[in-house]
């Protein structure tokens, strides 16, 4: 009884939490308008808890951007005008996807680099090896090989 | 020879690299969200005066003077802590200190005025937080300081300590001024 009981308490507690976790409803046209806004939202960085998306965010400042972000869609504007108004505010930090600029250089093509780094080394090393091995068979035929390792 | 060197050579390269790592995160906060308004002027607003609604100021009224914009709120905690630093250096600044009561009932902002003191010359009123959105603002307490010509020199955001007045805004306050007497 008062398993069910502390069931029934713990349902009724997931329920309301999930009635206050319903993001701010706004009006939205139709489908398609919803889904460009959650497809843009979710492009977005909340400035508050930096880990979240406008989209998931509960803080204040995330409702109040979602609130702008969605009138500006109502006036017509694009993502691209929507993104620009939003980094003249809070800078390149409200993009998840960050631009390519020259501060942005090392940033993108950094791993490339480390990689490219990389390859040259290990070609490097295998050469030499093969150089190394070459001339100690060379110079060392057949009885010595298999002391080798 | 250098091949067998070559594994510490990997190994300075990733202890310096992590080591950068430490260095650069100890002198910069990750979260910190640069200001892209910093050198621009700032965004037009007009906003009623707290406990006068009637009354608004904005830009044009704040126009000809450099002051100190301080974003507080009585939700704010960190707030409570910087209070007694602007009560107790505010009025040493020589600048005029503005008070921008973000996304805060009145009543709640009225109270807490009351409660620790004012040491602003002037309190706006941002309840939707619109004209914060255009400044910016990601959170309380943030502080902006604005030259006479309305551009933006410099923002803080957390709470100010006497530190960051002597350090950070008194220098740049006396650097508004030579500017003014040019």
């Known amino acids: ?149 | 020879m250098s091949s067998r060197l070559l594994p510490f050579f990997g190994f300075v390269l990733v202890f310096a690299l992590l080591g950068f790592g430490i260095y650069w995160s100890q002198r910069h906060d990750p979260r910190e969200v640069p200001s892209p308004l910093i050198g621009k002027p700032a965004p037009q607003f007009s906003l009623p005066v707290l406990g006068d609604p009637s009354k608004q100021v904005g830009t044009k009224e704040l126009a000809g003077q450099p002051y100190l914009l301080n974003v507080f709120a009585s939700w704010c905690f960190a707030c409570r802590d910087e209070h007694p630093i602007l009560m107790q250096d505010g009025k040493r600044l020589g600048v005029r200190l503005v008070g921008f009561n973000y996304k805060d009932e009145p009543d709640d902002a009225k109270r807490w005025i009351a409660q620790y003191g004012d040491p602003y010359d002037v309190i706006v009123a941002d309840l939707p937080g619109n004209v914060a959105i255009d400044f910016g603002v990601t959170g309380a307490p943030e502080t902006f300081l604005v030259d006479a010509k309305g551009v933006i020199r410099y923002k803080y955001i957390s709470p100010i300590t006497p530190e960051v007045i002597a350090t950070e805004l008194l220098p740049r306050i006396s650097l508004l001024k030579k500017e003014a007497a040019q």
Not at chain 1, 84 to 96: E, G, I, M, N, Q
Not at chain 1, 120 to 128: E, P
């Open chain 1, 1 to 149: 009884m008062t398993s069910r009981l502390r069931l029934l308490a713990i349902a009724l507690c997931l329920f309301a939490s999930m009635l206050v976790h319903a993001i701010d409803p706004l009006p939205f046209k139709d489908h398609a308008e919803e889904l460009r806004f959650q497809a843009l939202t979710k492009q977005l960085r909340c400035l508050v808890c930096q880990n979240e998306s406008l989209a998931d965010s509960n803080a204040p400042l995330a409702a109040d951007l979602r609130r702008d972000v969605f009138e500006q869609m109502q006036a017509g504007k694009s993502d691209e005008e929507i993104k620009a108004w939003l980094t003249a505010r809070y800078s390149d930090f409200v993009l998840y996807d960050p631009p390519l600029h020259a501060a942005t250089l090392l940033l993108w093509f950094g791993p490339a680099l480390v990689l490219l780094a990389g390859g040259v080394a290990i070609i490097v090393i295998v050469r030499r090896r093969a150089r190394m091995t070459k001339a100690a068979t060379a110079s060392q035929p057949a009885i010595d090989a298999e002391d080798d390792w």
